[in-house]
Nanobody
Framework: QVHLVESGGGSVQAGDSLRLSCAASGRTFSDIVMGWHRQAPGKEREFVAAITSRSPTQYLANSVKGRFTISRDNTKNTIYLQMNSLKPEDTAVYLC????????????????WGQGTQVTVSS
């Protein structure tokens, strides 16, 4: 049974930074592609970033390119989302998930969702 736990969310001002963490357990972490997604109130869940397993490659949504970075530490079974220059429109619940196949940029390609961590950015 795979278990994902996100942490690191909070309330910040526009322009601030946050780093989210997602700790995984229950399977071989180094072999799996992981992703971050977000869901704002009243909006559909959207892809934010993904990172491949070995020789990690990042995939980022256009809305966060240049501001967000995804990374992983396989020794800690954890992925991270470094969020800089935060904007009010980044306000959402951020969730991590395991890639299951298909486009990296589609939320439908992911499963085993964590419970999420709230990020609130005020202007």
């Amino acid at each position: 049974q795979v278990h994902l736990v996100e942490s690191g969310g909070g309330s910040v001002q526009a322009g601030d930074s946050l780093r989210l963490s997602c700790a995984a357990s229950g399977r071989t972490f180094s072999d799996i592609v992981m992703g971050w997604h977000r869901q704002a109130p009243g909006k559909e869940r959207e892809f934010v970033a993904a990172i491949t397993s070995r020789s990690p490659t990042q995939y980022l949504a256009n809305s966060v390119k240049g501001r967000f970075t995804i990374s992983r530490d396989n020794t800690k079974n954890t992925i991270y989302l470094q969020m800089n220059s935060l904007k009010p429109e980044d306000t959402a619940v951020y969730l991590c998930a395991i890639y299951r196949g298909g486009s990296f940029y589609s939320t439908n390609s992911y499963g085993y969702w964590g419970q999420g961590t709230q990020v609130t950015v005020s202007s």
